[in-house]
């Protein structure tokens, strides 16, 4: 099984700040990888998917990175708005479909 | 309108079991890979489950494998999650997505998600 983690697990900034999130892979799993945001009360929201391709009416403020087994999501400048978690998820070595714990970014 | 709905959460007690179900409307159902994925109070997503456009391959996580069982009726456009055997552990929100597909076929990524059945498995 793949296992994903995620750095940091909370991260504080201000609007109009850059946010730098991170996803690590166990193993490769070449560029499948998908981000999402998840607010309370809310079904998450795919962001990013083949590590950097934004889904459909996703901001280009939200950009994805990388291959292998390190992964990045940027917010380049963040708006009230992006407050949520942000999970990875990997889908080169399935099943299962994993997970990374989340990213809380907060005020 | 595109959208899953779920319903058939609620309050059981440990050993007990629950169906949950996933409607489906304003796609070709028939043509979705599904998923079932929970987030326990406090935790992340977890993946659980799996089926095939036409039911021909399931898989579970370790988790649930064994209790749980996925199934789907597309000419109801519908999901569902028999859930037997529960525990306390199973207490979560339930959500069914649909992995993304186009003319090349299903990516194994979620875009259209429900917006979740509440599970609590409590005496």
């Known amino acids: 099984e793949t296992v994903m983690t995620q750095s940091p697990g909370t991260l504080s900034v201000s609007p109009g700040e850059r946010a730098t999130l991170s996803c690590r892979a166990s193993q490769s799993v070449r560029n499948n990888l998908a981000w999402y945001q998840h607010k309370p009360g809310q079904p998450p929201r795919l962001l990013i998917f083949g590590a950097s391709t934004r889904a459909t009416g996703i901001p280009a403020r939200f950009s994805g990175s990388g291959s292998g087994t390190e992964f990045t999501l940027t917010i380049s400048s963040l708006q009230s708005d992006d407050f949520a978690v942000y999970y990875c998820q990997q889908y080169g070595d399935w099943p299962p479909f994993t997970f990374g714990p989340g990213t809380k970014v907060d005020l | 309108q595109v959208q899953l709905v779920e319903s058939g959460g609620g309050l059981v007690r440990p050993g007990g079991s629950l169906r949950l179900s996933c409607a489906a409307s304003g796609f070709a159902f028939d043509h979705s890979y599904m998923s079932w994925i929970r987030q326990a109070p406090g935790k992340g997503l977890e993946w659980i489950s799996y089926i095939s456009s036409l039911s021909s391959s399931t898989y579970y996580a370790d988790s649930v494998k064994g209790r749980f069982t996925i199934s789907r009726d597309n000419t109801k456009n519908s999901l569902y999650l028999q859930m037997d055997s529960l525990r306390a552990e199973d207490t979560a929100m339930y959500y069914c997505?649909?992995?993304?597909?186009?003319?090349?076929?299903?990516?194994?990524?979620?875009?259209?998600w429900g917006r979740g059945t509440q599970v609590v498995v409590s005496s």
């Open positions: 997505a649909q992995y993304y597909y186009d003319s090349s076929g299903p990516q194994w990524y979620f875009d259209l």
